[in-house]
């Protein structure tokens, strides 16, 4: 554009030199055509558009009005001085309305609601959005470009709140935070979807409630948490108690199973002792044989050796 329009300058300077100076009949035809020149330059470049990656083209013509079709990246021609294009960012777009305000300017942009039983709740959000491409030329004409002010911001803003109004504060915190972000993405969805805009996702970053609140849910979870010590240490107690009793009986059918055996043990023997009274004669020697080499044996005493035995080998060698 800047090209041509230089091009025209110089042929207008050239005409202008051309009729000051009618002697120099010669300059005449060579400022036309620049003239010429510079006109069609002008329309190619007016007729030119370059649609960037990530962005598409609602086209707009003065007597047809919008085309109903939007122009994908690239280059395309359209009619200069009869139709205008309008870009829109079709690429993943990002909102957040937190305390230090969009891009760390110190506005407060933050949500604040009630919670169910009346308690002010305040939160940062991040939304994610994205327009369909396909769907431009109907944004542009309901809408507009600043779809960002008109739908995203007040419909989240709605959304958020009326989530928050169907929990407790301490529910916020806790259990409930992220199905409060199902709610709001659920809701949500449905109000960008009419106005051709794709929901990506919705963050929440932080839910702030009042410090008293805070404070008392703290206190009532230190007081749970201490319960539940208590109750495990008593259950801890009986678990050894119980092992002890275990232990207990085991010890003493124990003892029980060794006394029935020794007493049968002890039965058995004396059957044995009465049936075989020379098995008193082996064990006494057994018992002796070890430690004892010489045994007195009083004259009127019985006798465990049979002495008998002990000479007759000698005799009959």
């Keep these: 554009m800047g090209f041509s329009v230089l091009i025209i300058i110089v042929g207008i300077a050239a005409v202008v030199a051309s009729a000051a100076q009618k002697q120099f009949a010669r300059f005449r035809v060579p400022g036309m055509a620049a003239i010429v020149l510079g006109a069609v330059l002008w329309i190619v470049a007016a007729a030119l558009i370059s649609v960037p990656v990530g962005t598409v083209a609602v086209i707009v013509n003065r007597f047809t009005g919008l085309k109903p079709d939007g122009l994908l990246p690239g280059t395309h021609i359209i009619v200069p001085g009869v139709e205008s294009p309008f870009f829109y960012n079709a690429r993943l777009q990002e909102l957040t309305l937190s305390r230090r305000g969009e891009g760390g300017a110190n506005i407060d942009e933050s949500i604040k609601a009630l919670s ?183 004259s009127n005493g019985n006798f465990l050796l049979n002495l008998q035995d002990l000479t007759r080998p000698a005799a009959t060698k």
């Excluded at 989240?156 to 992220?178: D, P």
């Excluded at 009042?210 to 009532?220: G, L, N, R, T």
């Excluded at 009793?245 to 049968?264: D, F, L, P, Q």
């Design 116 to 298: 169910k039983e009346g308690l002010e709740i305040s939160v940062d959000v991040t939304v994610q959005y994205q327009i369909i491409p396909s769907k431009a030329p109907i944004i542009h004409e309901q809408i507009g470009p600043d779809f960002e002010t008109v739908i995203i911001r007040p419909q989240v803003r709605s959304e958020v709140r009326n989530g928050i109004g169907q929990f407790n504060a301490a529910e916020l915190i806790s259990t409930k935070r992220k199905e409060l972000e199902t709610l709001i993405v659920k809701n949500l969805e449905a109000a960008f979807q009419k106005a051709n805009i794709d929901l990506k996702a919705i963050l929440l970053r932080e839910v702030r409630i009042p410090d008293s609140v805070a404070k008392a849910i703290e206190e009532k979870q230190t007081a749970e948490q201490r319960v539940q010590t208590e109750r495990n240490n008593r259950d801890a107690e009986r678990i050894r108690a119980d092992t002890a009793v275990v232990k207990a009986e085991g010890e003493s059918k124990a003892a029980i199973a060794r006394a029935n055996g020794e007493a049968r043990s002890i039965s058995l023997r004396g059957a044995a002792l009465k049936s075989f009274p020379q098995l008193i004669q082996l064990t006494v020697a057994e018992k002796l044989a070890p430690s004892i080499q010489t045994v007195m044996i009083p």
